[in-house]
């Protein structure tokens, strides 16, 4: 059983360094004619097909305060290198609102180095220096970033609700506190074990030309949770089942 767990505990080890992304368009076979055309574009537009859309709200976007940062905001965003134009600007209807779209790199490290200087330097020295104005970055890059931050927050309290009901339940199933603890101890190794492996394979790329795997930058941010509640399920059933069977034989 040591032996066991640890080997489980090394094939944990490269999930440490796991890289969740939004895969987009890069996850798709190149060889689709949706593909090829959208690489034709992603050459001669770079970040072009998948832009930052900064959206700003104030009173009346149109005044010359707002425009002038508008402005500012894209020739500041340009400047950077980070970022690429076409810059196209729409005014809503009612004239509150007002969408730049500036070009992006994708979902990698370049433009999440890129989101997070617009964030925090552009906007803050451009509109958000206009009273009554306010803006937030939309997008894919913007929605990969937000959706991994929000998750990293909340895993903890998915992990922690999980573990703690599946305490309280193996509990009063088999009155016992070393049951329950080795089988959470075991189903976490196994699952992290399985998050190890996903990431050594998809992410570092061991063996995985034989499968044929797209290299998407890291692993699919979906991934890890969908990993953790699936195996740890599995791995509860399965020891329900087995120890649920050894019991009844003792009892008979």
Do not use: C
Request: net charge neutral; aromatic share 6%; charged share 15%.
């Amino acid at each position: 059983m040591l032996l066991s767990a640890g080997l489980l505990a090394a094939l944990a080890v490269p999930a440490l360094s796991v890289q969740n992304v939004d895969p987009g368009m890069v996850g798709l076979p190149t060889n689709l004619p949706t593909m090829r055309t959208y690489a034709a574009i992603q050459h001669a537009f770079p970040g072009g097909p998948i832009p930052a859309l900064v959206v700003v709200g104030a009173p009346d976007v149109t005044t010359p305060a707002v425009q002038g940062a508008l402005a500012r905001m894209s020739s500041r965003a340009l400047s950077t290198g980070k970022m690429a134009g076409p810059v196209i600007e729409s005014i809503s209807q009612d004239r509150t609102v007002a969408t730049v779209t500036i070009a992006l790199a994708g979902t990698d490290s370049r433009s999440d180095t890129a989101l997070a200087e617009i964030r925090t330097r552009v906007i803050p020295a451009t509109v958000g220096a206009v009273p009554g104005a306010h803006a937030d970055v939309a997008g894919q890059t913007a929605a990969s970033q937000d959706f991994n931050d929000t998750m990293k927050a909340h895993l903890p309290l998915v992990i922690g609700f999980v573990i703690g009901l599946a305490f309280l339940i193996l509990l009063i199933t088999f009155r016992s506190l070393v049951i329950p603890l080795k089988i959470i101890l075991l189903n976490l190794l196994s699952v992290a074990a399985a998050s190890g492996v996903v990431t050594l394979i998809f992410q570092d790329g061991y063996r995985r030309a034989p499968l044929r795997a797209q290299d998407i930058g890291g692993v699919s941010d979906w991934l890890p949770l969908f990993l953790f509640v699936v195996l740890f399920g599995l791995s509860m059933d399965y020891h329900v089942l087995i120890l649920s069977r050894v019991r009844e034989g003792h009892e008979s």
